[in-house]
């Protein structure tokens, strides 16, 4: 079976760090991708993780222990504009790249 | 940045009928997908279509649903016999080989 879970709802501090978690349990695993979703709007891509370890973009950070069936998101000073949910996404071993989606964390921040 | 762009925006439709969904990949992609969202649920794969056939689908695309490429830049989605329970947000996605999907702004379908 195919189960990726994340938080439901987090909140955090404008100009603070915070670390969304995923794990995942997939019949195969092609990588782990992180979007980014405000509501009623499309899921826009924020980063990605194929190899175990530590992928920087800016203020955003993806990490993956394909070992452990673990990722996290890292945001870094948070800016109001950040509240939105996080999908967790994981590309099967299918050669289609589909991808099965967790439901998603929503992020408050407050000022 | 090249986009994915879907048409109509929001589709509001009798329960029965037919609603065609259209979305125009980015140029140069070659892998193509269908997602719904349910409001308030994930996001779902429907269907994946490569090399103009379709290379995996979900449960969830039964015979009531149907993709095709008509021409050389629009993807469609059509659902025939329309429920109740098939409105969601309706997002297309194409994709380069290996590379991220990137997702078009979606079609609201609601079923009266």
């Known amino acids: 079976g195919q189960n990726i879970d994340q938080p439901t709802e987090m909140t955090a501090t404008e100009g603070a760090i915070v670390q969304i978690n995923c794990t995942y349990q997939?019949?195969?695993?092609?990588?782990l991708f992180w979007y980014q979703q405000h509501a009623g709007e499309a899921p826009t891509f924020l980063s990605y993780?194929?190899?175990?370890g530590l992928e920087e973009k800016g203020r955003f950070s993806s990490f993956l222990s394909r070992s452990k069936g673990y990722s996290y998101l890292l945001l870094k000073e948070l800016q109001m504009k950040d509240s939105a949910s996080y999908l967790c996404?994981?590309?099967?071993?299918?050669?289609?790249?589909?991808?099965?989606f967790g439901q998603g964390t929503t992020l408050q921040v407050k000022p | 940045e090249p986009e994915v762009t879907q048409t109509p925006s929001h589709q509001v439709t009798q329960m029965g009928q037919e609603v065609i969904l259209r979305c125009v990949p980015i140029?140069?992609?070659?892998?193509f997908y269908w997602y719904r969202q349910i409001l308030g649920q994930k996001v779902e794969f429907l269907v994946s279509?490569?090399?103009?056939?379709?290379?995996?689908k979900s449960e969830i695309f039964d015979d009531q649903f149907s993709v095709e490429r008509p021409d050389g830049s629009n993807f469609t989605l059509k659902i025939r016999s329309t429920k109740l329970e098939d409105s969601a947000m309706y997002f297309c996605?194409?994709?380069?080989?290996?590379?991220?999907?990137?997702f078009g702004d979606g079609t609201r379908l609601s079923i009266l």
């Open positions: 997939t019949s195969g695993f092609n990588g």
């Open positions: 993780n194929v190899l175990d």
């Open positions: 996404a994981v590309r099967d071993q299918s050669n289609t790249g589909k991808l099965i």
């Open positions: 996605a194409s994709m380069e080989g290996g590379q991220p999907q990137h």
């Open positions: 140029s140069n992609h070659l892998y």
């Open positions: 279509f490569y090399n103009n056939e379709i290379s995996e």
